[in-house]
């Protein structure tokens, strides 16, 4: 943390993750950031604008993923498993009650 300062850990369910201090985790960040046009500035202040976040925060929050792009991209691919699972089991579902 002392590295990153404006980044703090949260446990839950899914276990440990970086997340902004009073904001989103990166992980929200950079698949916000993955999603936007726009590159450099143009890109920092479309996801701040998007996600209601200073860009100062949006900052922060990509120089803690260029140092831990692992940690964050096996976040990213948990929660896309995840979000697959939950889906399958929804269309299952919907199959059996139709």
Known sequence: MADHPGIIFKDGPAGRRAALMMGPDVWEVVTVTRETNQR???AVNAVAEAMGTPAFQV???LR???SYPDEIDAELVMREETSRTAEEEWHARQRLLA
């Open 64 to 66: 803690y993923y260029a």
């Open 59 to 61: 900052e922060i929050a």
């Open 40 to 42: 450099g500035d143009k």
